[in-house]
């Protein structure tokens, strides 16, 4: 599991609940969270706002098994 996908669910979040504050789609968050696609510096930083971590977590994932 992603640090990104960790910190959702230690928040008790859904993908929807992080779209809806970073503003971007709910497959977005799904294929950033799985390392499918990277992200601007800008989305990044409300990825990171909204989860409590990092901005560097979310630039930087690992791709998920």
Do not use: Y
């Not at 928040?11 to 969270?33: F, N, W, Y």
């Amino acid at each position: 599991m992603t640090k990104i996908k960790a910190a959702r669910k230690a928040k008790g979040l859904t993908v929807q609940d992080v779209a809806t504050r970073c503003g971007i789609t709910p497959g977005t968050v799904s294929r950033i969270e799985r390392g499918l696609i990277g992200t601007s510096p800008e989305t990044a930083k409300k990825l990171a706002a909204a989860l409590g971590i990092d901005p560097a977590d979310v630039i930087f994932v690992e791709r998920a098994a």
